[in-house]
Structure formats: structure tokens, C-alpha cells
């Protein structure tokens, strides 16, 4: 093998590629974030929302998780644009996300639904406790039991998935990784540590995210 | 905006384009085809080597985990890039379809070998007994007793894992493959607009995406059939 | 002399251990009932008699020669005069019940199919169950798969027949018919280790009774012995609760 690795020239900009990891985690907590608002009104829609609302509401989950992120990003950046509006990539690239994600939290969080025991409720009227009662200590520990572990998942799946924003000149990791790479051309080398930061960021995620739903929310399961 | 777009449609859809569209179309289906293909053989493999009862090798467990956990944390964007640049830094020049495909079969591999980890775990651990008890070699107790009961947890989620890696060849069109994005990037260039563009590609990608999934439930229909021995 | 000779075994599930210097003997032809609360050991000892629970210390011996459960043709040939039947999922799934009959003896044993096929045919008329043959699992009764499940063994011609506890998991109105199937073969002279909760078949049945507790042989002896006469204090808590079994009010 005739490649000499030179990552001297690399070292340099860690701390921008750095910043580009921070940027990523913006990035995903935002349309994590509000996929999981979306995510949950489709989800309360589909369980209660009169039949009328309801197909439509299945054919948009259908269908935003059967296409391709990328295209969402360049439909709504290219598109919008040609519209005279200029949506920054950073917003494009979340609202892009943001509408898969909210297919795939609302299958979740519907999972989550269906899963509260009919015998749990029933059990908890029979000794008394009024429907805020059993909302809260019934209805939502069971849901988050049944819900923190998907939900978690798929926030570590939407932080690869910013990876995407990229292409539209979002300055996330890999956004930063293309800049570094026009400027130093030692392209192996950057996107092996690119590639290391974005595992060490998922380690780190997946980390805290065991720790908050075991200690905080007493959640025992494995994430990602 | 609309009258615009409705102008463009005519010649949207003119013989050249559609064939183009078509053609790109097949692209996107032969790299998720071969990918997939190749791609669940390896996972296959992976899982076996992972699975204790069946390959009880340490060191090759542990690539196999370390492999897996490589490629699953990775975005797809950077895995195609470390593939290109990789290979172009052991002295060989692939062609973008090389490098997708490549990279949609590492993918595949990984992904495809915790299904078939979790499939094979989902197997009560008394039917692998019996089998050991009576003799059974340990190729004998997958092939006639575990993996026939296996297969009805493994398919379900291999096959949305195909629509998944479907959708990921869209990422292929950063390094020129001329697959369905690449050909939506093409059509903005040849001045239609990209609303009509990028929105007709993303319908061609739902069109795909579910006859897959009508495929995958009549096989799933096919399968619930019991085998006979 | 011992056709099975148990010598002193240990073994743990990790770091627990569950059997602690186990010995008995089981001579040719014997039925031997090893009886005792749950958790007492009685299924490990099964299971590390056909290997799939290693042992830490002690010795088994088949037929006079000590068994290597590291040497895999030492493991193959133990396993080839010994048959086990689990408490449930015995059968395989995706196999029809004559499936599951002939395909130890094919794919093992490499006899001849049109043979093996007979033999199981009338294995399965012996249990009752010619009529099921070319029926799932699935589409059979509990009671019914454990009977297709102990000709599986059968099809083996075991010198040595394991049961664990082969009717716990039976719906009460279907444990009769297998303890029947095992009483037959107890007739036919076949050398047992059956391990249940069924204290008035095992009195029936089995010439010697083994009474573990936490690991350890508390009491060994003929049925009359260790189930009406026990001599150790926890054999005796046992029985009497046995014999409580049959629900009656407690005497104020």
C-alpha cells in the first residue's frame, strides 16, 4: 500500500470538527424534538381522531417513512428556495428530519398507547382512584416503560441521519468534514476521525441515555 | 407557482426523461438487490459466529460484535466516504456503483446479522437441547430444528430493513451514481424545477418502497404455511 | 453392579451452585424417582447427565466406564445410549410428530429412512397416537406431545430413559394418560430416571426413590421408605406436606 498517512495535517482542525459534533446534536435534538410533538399528536390522532382523520393521518405516516430522507431535505431547501423562500440549511435539514421522525415516533408512542393493559385501568377504577389519579400513576409509568426504550433508539438513529445535512452545506460534523477536506485534501484521514467522533458520540448518547432512563425513570432495558 | 409547474409536466414527462427515470429507477432496485443479497449472506455468517452453541471462537466473536457496532454507529454518508477514500488509498480506483455497492453490503452484513441473532435467540433453548441430546451435529440442530423456526422472527424485520437500505442508496448520488436522486439532481439541472424534481422523485421512492412491502406480505402469507420434513 | 453410578457431582449455574456432592446409583432395569421441593437440584442432575450442565467436580460413570464430558466422542457415546424429555417444548415445532420421531435416527444414527419410518409408526401406535402422526405439534394436546416426545426417545433405544418432570406442565386431566405411557415402558423393563411431583405414581412405579433438598441427597430408599417412613427431618416436612396435597380444611 502506497498511502502515507499524514494526520499531523488533520490534528489542527480538531476542535472545529468538535463544534461540528455539537452542531450535530442541535441539529438532532431539534427534529427529534419536534418529531416527538408531531409524533405524539399523530399518534393521540390516530387512536381517537374520528374516522374521517384517520386515513389521512395513516398515509402520512406511511409516507414519510417510506422516502428517503435526502430527498425531503433537497424537496424542502431546493423547493422552498425556487418559492422565494429562503429557509437557512440548518432549519431545512431539521424540518426535513423532523417529518420522518414524527412518522416513526408516532408508530412508537402508538405502540406505547396499545400497550396500557385494559386489566391495569379496570383494576385501578375498582380500588378507587379517579381517571388523574390513574393517569398518573398507572397510565404514564407503564407508557414510559414501554415507550423510553424506541424513543431513545431513534434519537441515537436521528443523529446519524444529520449526517444528511451536509449536502445542503449544513455545518454539522460532516459538513465540516467536506470544509477540512477541500482545504487539506487528506480525506481518508479526516472521515476516520470523523467516523471515530461520530461513534464515540453514539457511545456517549447511548450512555446517558441508559443512565437518565435507569436512575431518573427506572427503566431497565437496553438502548441502541 | 402551480400554472408553472403545470407547464413544465408535459415536457416533464417526455420519452427521454421517463426513460431516464426508469432507468435510474432500476439502478436504485440493482444496488439494493445485490447489496441486500450479498450484504445478509455476510450478516448471516456474523450472526452464526456471535451465537455460542453454534461457533464458540473468541476472537472471532469479538470482530464480529466489534464489525457490527463499527458499522451500526456510523451514518451512512461517512460509511460511503471511508469506503471511496479507503479503497482509493489502497491504490484502486472503483467506480461509484463499486463503492455503493460496497457500502450497502457492509451496511446489510450488519444490520442482517442482529436479525439473525435475535432469531435464532428466540428459539426456545429446550428444542436446541433436544436436538444436542439426540445427537444431532451442530449444523444439523440449524439447519433441521432452529433456523426453520427462526425464519418466521428473522423475515418481518430483514424485510423492512431492505425498504431501509432502499432508502439509503439515495445517499449514493454524492458520489455520481446515477440512481433515482442523482436523476431528480439531474432533471433540477436540466431546468425544471426542483419541486417537480425532488417531488417526483420522492413519490417514484413511496411507489417503490410500497410495492416492495406487497411483495414482503405475500411471501410473510406463504411462510406462516408449515414446512414438511 | 450400577448400570449409571453418580459419585460425589457438583455444579453451579454460574456462580450458584445446585448441586453439591450428589451420589446414587441406578442399576439395569431399575426405575429410580428422585423427588424434593423445587430448587432442590432434580432437573440439574438430569441435565448434567446428558451434558448440558457442566460439572465443576465428581464423577459419572455409564455401565462402568467414567464419562468425558470435554472429549466430544466420550459426550456422543453417552449420548447415544442416554434419552432425555424435557418438562415442555420437546417437540420441534416445524416438524410433524412422525418427523419428529424419525429424524434423530436418520440424521444421527444414518439408518435406513423406509426403516426408521416403520419403527416410528410403531412407536407411535405404542403411545396411543397412531392417528396423530402427520399432525403438528401445535395441533396436539400437552398431553399428547409429551407422548410423541417420549417415543422420540424411544426411537433412540436409550439403555437409559430421563424424564424432567415430563407432566408438570399438563393441564390435570392429561397427566393420567402419560403417566400410563411411562408405566408401560417401566413393564417393558426399561432403566429410568424420573424426576416428579406425582408421589403416588412414584410409589407405584419406582423400585428406589432419591429425596434431594437444596443440592445435597437427603434420603435414598425404596418408596415405602422415603415416602411413608422417612428417617431425616426435611424428607419428613415433605411428606407430610405431600400428604396434605389433597386439599381438606385444617383440623382447628
Same mark, same amino acid.
Given at each position: 500500500?502506497?498511502?502515507?498517512?499524514h494526520?499531523?495535517?488533520v490534528?489542527?482542525?480538531?476542535?472545529?470538527?468538535?463544534?461540528?459534533?455539537?452542531?450535530?446534536?442541535?441539529?438532532?435534538?431539534?427534529?427529534?424534538?419536534?418529531?416527538a410533538?408531531?409524533?405524539?399528536?399523530?399518534?393521540?390522532?390516530?387512536?381517537s381522531?374520528?374516522?374521517?382523520?384517520?386515513?389521512?393521518?395513516?398515509?402520512?405516516?406511511s409516507?414519510?417513512?417510506n422516502?428517503?430522507q435526502?430527498?425531503?431535505?433537497?424537496l424542502?431547501?431546493?423547493?422552498?428556495?425556487?418559492l422565494?423562500?429562503?429557509?437557512?440549511?440548518?432549519?431545512?435539514?431539521v424540518?426535513?428530519?423532523l417529518l420522518?421522525?414524527?412518522?416513526?415516533?408516532?408508530?412508537?408512542?402508538?405502540?406505547?398507547f396499545?400497550?396500557v393493559n385494559r386489566?391495569?385501568?379496570?383494576?385501578?377504577?375498582?380500588?378507587?382512584?379517579?381517571r388523574?389519579q390513574t393517569?398518573?400513576?398507572v397510565?404514564?409509568?407503564?407508557?414510559?416503560?414501554?415507550?423510553f426504550?424506541?424513543?431513545?433508539?431513534?434519537?441515537?438513529?436521528?443523529?446519524?441521519?444529520?449526517?444528511?445535512?451536509?449536502?445542503i452545506?449544513?455545518?454539522?460534523?460532516?459538513?465540516?468534514a467536506?470544509?477540512?477536506?477541500?482545504?487539506?485534501?487528506?480525506s481518508?484521514?479526516?472521515?476516520?476521525?470523523?467516523?471515530?467522533?461520530?461513534?464515540?458520540l453514539?457511545?456517549?448518547?447511548?450512555a446517558?441515555?441508559?443512565?437518565?432512563?435507569?436512575?431518573?425513570?427506572?427503566?431497565?432495558?437496553r438502548?441502541? | 407557482?402551480?400554472?408553472s409547474?403545470?407547464?413544465?409536466?408535459p415536457r416533464?414527462?417526455g420519452p427521454?426523461?421517463?426513460?431516464?427515470?426508469?432507468?435510474?429507477?432500476?439502478?436504485?432496485?440493482a444496488?439494493?438487490?445485490v447489496?441486500?443479497g450479498?450484504?445478509?449472506?455476510f450478516g448471516?455468517?456474523?450472526?452464526?459466529l456471535?451465537?455460542?452453541?453454534i461457533?464458540?471462537i473468541?476472537?472471532l466473536r469479538?470482530?464480529?460484535?466489534?464489525?457490527?457496532?463499527?458499522?451500526?454507529r456510523?451514518p451512512?454518508?461517512v460509511?460511503?466516504?471511508?469506503?471511496m477514500?479507503?479503497?482509493?488509498a489502497?491504490?484502486?480506483t472503483?467506480?461509484?456503483?463499486?463503492?455503493a455497492?460496497?457500502?450497502?453490503?457492509?451496511r446489510?452484513?450488519?444490520?442482517?446479522?442482529?436479525?439473525?441473532?435475535?432469531?435464532?435467540?428466540?428459539?426456545?433453548?429446550?428444542?436446541?437441547?433436544?436436538?444436542?441430546?439426540?445427537?444431532?451435529?451442530?449444523?444439523?440442530?440449524?439447519?433441521?430444528?432452529?433456523?426453520?423456526?427462526?425464519?418466521?422472527?428473522?423475515?418481518?424485520?430483514?424485510?423492512?430493513?431492505?425498504?431501509?437500505?432502499?432508502?439509503?442508496?439515495?445517499?449514493?448520488s454524492?458520489?455520481?451514481?446515477?440512481?433515482?436522486?442523482?436523476?431528480?439532481?439531474?432533471?433540477n439541472?436540466?431546468?425544471f424545477?426542483?419541486?417537480?424534481?425532488?417531488?417526483?422523485?420522492?413519490i417514484?421512492?413511496?411507489?417503490?418502497?410500497?410495492?416492495v412491502?406487497?411483495?414482503v406480505?405475500?411471501m410473510?402469507?406463504?411462510?406462516?404455511?408449515?414446512?414438511?420434513? | 453392579?450400577?448400570?449409571l453410578?453418580?459419585?460425589?457431582?457438583?455444579?453451579?449455574?454460574?456462580?450458584?451452585?445446585?448441586?453439591?456432592?450428589?451420589s446414587?446409583q441406578?442399576?439395569?432395569?431399575?426405575?429410580?424417582?428422585l423427588i424434593g421441593?423445587?430448587?432442590s437440584?432434580?432437573?440439574s442432575?438430569?441435565?448434567?447427565i446428558?451434558?448440558l450442565?457442566?460439572?465443576?467436580?465428581?464423577?459419572?460413570?455409564?455401565?462402568?466406564?467414567?464419562?468425558?464430558?470435554a472429549?466430544?466422542?466420550s459426550?456422543?457415546?453417552?449420548?447415544d445410549r442416554?434419552?432425555?424429555?424435557?418438562q415442555?417444548?420437546?417437540?420441534f415445532?416445524?416438524?410433524?410428530a412422525?418427523?419428529n420421531?424419525?429424524?434423530a435416527?436418520?440424521?444421527a444414527?444414518?439408518? !435406513?429412512?423406509?426403516?426408521?419410518?416403520?419403527?416410528?409408526?410403531a412407536?407411535?401406535e405404542?403411545v396411543?397416537?397412531? !392417528?396423530h402422526?402427520?399432525h403438528?405439534p401445535?395441533?396436539?394436546?400437552?398431553?399428547q406431545?409429551?407422548?410423541?416426545?417420549?417415543?422420540?426417545?424411544?426411537?433412540?433405544?436409550?439403555?437409559l430413559?430421563?424424564?424432567?418432570?415430563?407432566?408438570?406442565?399438563?393441564?390435570?386431566?392429561?397427566?393420567?394418560?402419560v403417566?400410563?405411557?411411562?408405566?408401560?415402558?417401566?413393564?417393558?423393563?426399561?432403566?429410568?430416571?424420573i424426576?416428579?411431583?406425582e408421589m403416588?405414581?412414584?410409589?407405584?412405579?419406582?423400585d428406589?426413590?432419591?429425596f434431594? !433438598?437444596?443440592?445435597?441427597v437427603?434420603?435414598?430408599?425404596?418408596?415405602?421408605?422415603?415416602?411413608?417412613?422417612?428417617?431425616?427431618?426435611?424428607?419428613?416436612?415433605?411428606?407430610?406436606?405431600?400428604?396434605r396435597?389433597?386439599?381438606?380444611p385444617?383440623?382447628?
Amino acid at each position: 500500500m502506497a498511502y502515507s498517512f499524514h494526520f499531523s495535517q488533520v490534528w489542527p482542525f480538531l476542535p472545529y470538527l468538535l463544534g461540528g459534533a455539537w452542531v450535530t446534536v442541535e441539529l438532532a435534538a431539534c427534529a427529534f424534538g419536534g418529531g416527538a410533538l408531531f409524533g405524539l399528536l399523530v399518534a393521540i390522532g390516530i387512536e381517537s381522531a374520528p374516522g374521517w382523520l384517520r386515513g389521512p393521518l395513516a398515509f402520512y405516516r406511511s409516507f414519510f417513512t417510506n422516502t428517503p430522507q435526502l430527498v425531503k431535505i433537497l424537496l424542502i431547501f431546493f423547493g422552498l428556495g425556487e418559492l422565494g423562500w429562503f429557509v437557512p440549511p440548518f432549519w431545512a435539514a431539521v424540518f426535513g428530519l423532523l417529518l420522518a421522525e414524527s412518522a416513526y415516533l408516532a408508530e412508537i408512542f402508538r405502540a406505547g398507547f396499545a400497550s396500557v393493559n385494559r386489566a391495569e385501568l379496570d383494576a385501578a377504577e375498582t380500588i378507587g382512584l379517579t381517571r388523574m389519579q390513574t393517569l398518573r400513576h398507572v397510565t404514564l409509568p407503564h407508557l414510559l416503560q414501554t415507550v423510553f426504550p424506541p424513543l431513545a433508539n431513534q434519537f441515537i438513529v436521528s443523529i446519524l441521519y444529520t449526517s444528511l445535512g451536509a449536502i445542503i452545506g449544513v455545518e454539522e460534523l460532516t459538513g465540516r468534514a467536506f470544509n477540512v477536506d477541500s482545504q487539506t485534501f487528506r480525506s481518508l484521514e479526516i472521515f476516520i476521525i470523523v467516523g471515530v467522533l461520530y461513534v464515540a458520540l453514539t457511545l456517549v448518547s447511548t450512555a446517558v441515555l441508559y443512565g437518565f432512563g435507569r436512575f431518573v425513570l427506572g427503566v431497565r432495558a437496553r438502548i441502541f | 407557482m402551480l400554472h408553472s409547474l403545470l407547464s413544465e409536466l408535459p415536457r416533464f414527462f417526455g420519452p427521454y426523461n421517463l426513460l431516464f427515470l426508469a432507468q435510474a429507477i432500476g439502478v436504485t432496485i440493482a444496488l439494493t438487490i445485490v447489496g441486500c443479497g450479498i450484504g445478509y449472506n455476510f450478516g448471516f455468517a456474523l450472526a452464526l459466529l456471535r451465537v455460542q452453541r453454534i461457533i464458540d471462537i473468541p476472537p472471532l466473536r469479538w470482530s464480529a460484535i466489534g464489525f457490527v457496532e463499527l458499522v451500526r454507529r456510523l451514518p451512512f454518508l461517512v460509511l460511503l466516504f471511508l469506503v471511496m477514500f479507503g479503497f482509493q488509498a489502497g491504490g484502486y480506483t472503483l467506480t461509484g456503483m463499486a463503492v455503493a455497492c460496497i457500502t450497502i453490503i457492509l451496511r446489510a452484513a450488519a444490520i442482517a446479522s442482529e436479525t439473525v441473532r435475535a432469531g435464532l435467540e428466540s428459539v426456545h433453548p429446550n428444542q436446541w437441547d433436544a436436538a444436542a441430546t439426540m445427537n444431532l451435529s451442530r449444523l444439523d440442530q440449524l439447519r433441521h430444528v432452529v433456523l426453520p423456526q427462526a425464519w418466521r422472527v428473522i423475515l418481518p424485520p430483514a424485510m423492512i430493513q431492505f425498504i431501509q437500505l432502499l432508502k439509503a442508496t439515495s445517499i449514493a448520488s454524492q458520489i455520481s451514481v446515477i440512481e433515482l436522486t442523482y436523476a431528480g439532481k439531474i432533471m433540477n439541472q436540466k431546468g425544471f424545477s426542483a419541486t417537480l424534481s425532488y417531488g417526483t422523485v420522492l413519490i417514484l421512492y413511496y411507489v417503490l418502497c410500497l410495492a416492495v412491502e406487497r411483495v414482503v406480505r405475500r411471501m410473510e402469507k406463504r411462510l406462516v404455511l408449515p414446512q414438511h420434513h | 453392579m450400577s448400570f449409571l453410578s453418580i459419585t460425589e457431582i457438583d455444579a453451579s449455574y454460574g456462580a450458584v451452585p445446585v448441586l453439591r456432592g450428589v451420589s446414587l446409583q441406578v442399576a439395569r432395569g431399575q426405575v429410580v424417582g428422585l423427588i424434593g421441593p423445587s430448587g432442590s437440584g432434580k432437573s440439574s442432575v438430569l441435565r448434567a447427565i446428558t451434558g448440558l450442565l457442566r460439572l465443576t467436580a465428581g464423577e459419572v460413570a455409564l455401565d462402568g466406564s467414567a464419562v468425558d464430558y470435554a472429549n466430544p466422542a466420550s459426550l456422543r457415546a453417552l449420548r447415544d445410549r442416554v434419552a432425555i424429555v424435557f418438562q415442555q417444548y420437546n417437540l420441534f415445532q416445524n416438524m410433524t410428530a412422525l418427523a419428529n420421531v424419525t429424524l434423530a435416527p436418520i440424521l444421527a444414527k444414518r439408518r !435406513d429412512h423406509r426403516e426408521v419410518e416403520a419403527e416410528a409408526m410403531a412407536l407411535l401406535e405404542k403411545v396411543g397416537l397412531a !392417528d396423530h402422526m402427520r399432525h403438528y405439534p401445535r395441533e396436539l394436546s400437552g398431553g399428547q406431545q409429551q407422548r410423541v416426545a417420549m417415543a422420540r426417545a424411544l426411537a433412540l433405544k436409550p439403555e437409559l430413559l430421563l424424564l424432567d418432570e415430563v407432566t408438570s406442565a399438563l393441564d390435570p386431566e392429561l397427566v393420567n394418560e402419560v403417566l400410563d405411557t411411562i408405566g408401560l415402558l417401566a413393564a417393558d423393563g426399561m432403566t429410568m430416571l424420573i424426576v416428579s411431583h406425582e408421589m403416588a405414581f412414584i410409589r407405584e412405579v419406582a423400585d428406589q426413590v432419591v429425596f434431594m !433438598d437444596e443440592g445435597r441427597v437427603v434420603e435414598t430408599g425404596p418408596p415405602q421408605h422415603v415416602l411413608d417412613h422417612p428417617c431425616s427431618e426435611r424428607a419428613q416436612r415433605f411428606a407430610a406436606k405431600i400428604l396434605r396435597r389433597q386439599w381438606r380444611p385444617k383440623t382447628p
